[in-house]
């Protein structure tokens, strides 16, 4: 760093760094777990119709017909 620093100067900026650093790693830590809960519930949501289209294709009177559930 700069030589011409007081110690205690120097101390205060290499916290500030470690300070920084973390707070970069958690910012992305945060992103991440949005990222990953978005992901969950899109696969749930997919789950649930995936269902309702299997339920529907057993005869059931399930919400719109999928891909294929028509037989013209």
Do not use: S, W, Y
Not at 16 to 22: C, I, K, N, V
Not at 24 to 38: F, I, N, P, S, W
Not at 54 to 65: C, D, F, I, N, R
């Amino acid at each position: 760093m700069q030589g011409n620093l007081p110690p205690e100067a120097q101390e205060k900026i290499e916290e500030l760094q470690d300070l920084q650093e973390t707070a970069q790693q958690v910012a992305q830590q945060k992103q991440q777990a949005e990222t990953q809960h978005r992901v969950q519930e899109q696969f749930e949501e997919l789950q649930q119709e995936l269902q309702q289209m299997l339920q529907g294709a057993g005869g059931g009177p399930m919400g719109p017909g999928g891909p294929g559930a028509g037989g013209d």
